[in-house]
């Protein structure tokens, strides 16, 4: 689990999490301005609220292979869109 706020107003470019991860709290990346792409594992099943709010530079979030979500115009939802769950 990635805690609440554990990147926040981090300098970071890329980053990609551990494969063993499940979770990623609310505003976990807040405010990470130079953050442009996340790798997400495909485990990853929660996220909290706004996980990647004031990252003005993000422009790609990649799920690995097997996960049940999708990256599309700065929203997550799953995979077969029919659920938004995070913008």
Avoid: H, Q, W
């Avoid at 970071?12 to 997400?40: C, D």
């Avoid at 485990?43 to 690995?64: A, D, H, P, W």
Wanted: negative net charge; contains cysteine; proline residues 1%.
């Amino acid at each position: 689990t990635i805690s609440d706020n554990v990147f926040y107003f981090f300098s970071l470019t890329n980053i990609t999490l551990s494969k063993n991860l499940i979770s990623i709290g609310s505003y976990a990346f807040y405010g990470s301005r130079s953050l442009e792409t996340i790798t997400i594992p495909s485990k990853v099943n929660s996220f909290g609220i706004n996980i990647y709010y004031g990252c003005s530079k993000l422009t790609e979030v990649i799920f690995e292979e097997g996960s049940n979500f999708k990256y599309i115009s700065g929203m997550i939802l799953t995979k077969d869109e029919k659920e938004l769950i995070a913008y």
